[in-house]
């Protein structure tokens, strides 16, 4: 039988499982000009070797269901397939390949591995993108690091014996009550989203269609070890300072833009994994909002000590898993889901994610060369990542420590192009950052 009469005639793959509540949410709430994809990327110097890297992404890859597997509908609802496709990799891609494009995922991997030529022939971009509703930014960092255990011809990380996604992340104590009176308290308080700014300055250049939708800065250790430093002293994390510095970044530019500040809220993605937990990856985390009004932020210090009192509470009641209390019931509703995201309302005025050090999550086993990963005879130089976008959303932040080293990775929608936007975001939030390391 010809090949194509066979693809013509073989059975549709079978239904693994219903999504859950948040990966549906992240299916539906992805639309082309704003596609909930998130990057992680990998500053590479050595001789890179592509048919290693293509095999260390196919084995990665074998290890992790939803990397492989498509979304079909049945009916109102979206479901997994048995996985039967296989992550690409666009080695130096050029323009026609499409290295941003949202995935497909009625077709096609909701992962993809990029690399782009560097400064030199040994200097690399090793970029990973991901559909959020294949899983979240602590597992690809954990797909990242099976990626580069193979690579080096290493074990990957075994998975742990941990609870189950899910299984204890809804609140006993939570009663319809309780949600009614939150949902209220969320929506009267009306964040402002970044205003829009027009025209250019300074040097930066239009970003092309090899670039990707971010910009990275990173600070020396020194600043870094002085922002630790600037943190302990104040009894916070540096978690804080970096929201803090985004929160009052985000006052100054409505300030400067639209010539009042207007509330500002933050969405943080919070972990909901039990210590130790690895597995498969997918989507295991719920969402913090933390609202301030002009006034709140007009302190520095006082805003950081608030932040760290809210952020201590979040993590010891779990209250990020009431996202998801509240999400089910919607999600029970046919169409309210993909309604809801479509409404023209500010749910927040940024997200600003800090998952720590991304070489203790990869674990990829590889030695180090002055405090860096060195796989293969490669050393990854610095490691950051970005979450994704939303129409009113207009800037994502990523902090990782990585070395030593402290980097911000940007993606605004708020200026011309986004690396200009993100430029300007970071301009605002650099001294704010400066002055917590005094």
């Not at 090899?210 to 020194?222: C, H, K, Q, S, W």
């Not at 309604?339 to 005025?349: F, G």
């Not at 070395?403 to 430029?423: D, K, Q």
Request: aromatic share 6%.
């Amino acid at each position: 039988m010809h090949s194509t009469e066979a693809v013509r005639h073989r059975a549709p793959p079978a239904i693994s499982r219903l999504l859950d509540p948040l990966e549906h949410l992240m299916l539906v709430d992805s639309r082309p000009d704003h596609p909930l994809c998130f990057f992680l990327e990998c500053d590479v110097e050595g001789p890179l070797d592509e048919g290693r890297m293509r095999a260390a992404l196919l084995a990665a890859a074998a290890r992790h269901p939803l990397v492989r597997s498509r979304i079909a509908w049945r009916g109102w609802r979206p479901h997994w397939l048995e996985p039967d496709v296989a992550p690409p990799l666009l080695w130096h891609p050029d323009a026609a390949d499409e290295p941003w494009r949202s995935p497909d995922l009625s077709a096609e991997s909701g992962v993809r591995l990029v690399v782009l030529s560097g400064v030199s022939p040994d200097r690399h971009r090793v970029i990973l993108m991901v559909q959020h509703a294949v899983c979240d930014g602590l597992a690809a960092l954990e797909l990242l690091g099976d990626i580069w255990a193979g690579y080096a011809g290493l074990e990957p990380a075994p998975f742990s014996t941990g609870r189950r996604p899910g299984a204890t992340i809804a609140s006993p104590a939570t009663t319809a009550a309780d949600m009614r009176r939150d949902a209220l308290a969320f929506s009267r308080f009306r964040p402002r989203p970044l205003a829009p700014v027009h025209g250019t300055h300074g040097a930066t250049p239009v970003a092309g269609p090899l670039e990707p939708p971010y910009l990275t800065r990173t600070f020396a250790r020194d600043l870094a070890a002085r922002l630790r430093r600037g943190a302990t002293r104040r009894g916070i994390a540096l978690n804080d300072v970096v929201v803090t510095a985004a929160m009052r970044a985000a006052i100054e530019w409505n300030e400067r833009a639209a010539g009042e500040a207007g509330n500002v809220r933050i969405n943080v993605p919070v972990s909901l994994r039990a210590p130790g937990t690895r597995q498969p990856a997918c989507n295991v985390l719920g969402y913090a909002f933390l609202d301030r009004t002009p006034e709140a932020c007009r302190d520095p210090e006082g805003l950081a000590q608030s932040i760290a009192t809210a952020t201590r509470w979040i993590l010891e009641t779990h209250a990020a898993a009431e996202f998801l209390v509240g999400l089910r019931p919607v999600d029970r509703v046919p169409g309210l889901l993909r309604l809801l995201t479509r409404a023209p309302v500010c749910h927040a005025t940024g997200v600003v994610s800090c998952p720590g050090d991304p070489s203790r999550r990869m674990r990829a086993g590889a030695p180090k060369i002055d405090g860096c990963d060195a796989p293969g005879g490669v050393v990854i130089r610095d490691i950051t990542g970005v979450p994704p976008l939303r129409p009113r959303t207009r800037v994502a932040i990523g902090a990782t420590t990585y070395a030593g080293a402290l980097a911000l990775c940007c993606t605004c929608s708020a200026g011309p192009n986004p690396h200009e936007a993100a430029r300007r975001f970071l301009d605002l939030m650099q001294p704010e950052l400066e002055a917590f390391a005094q």
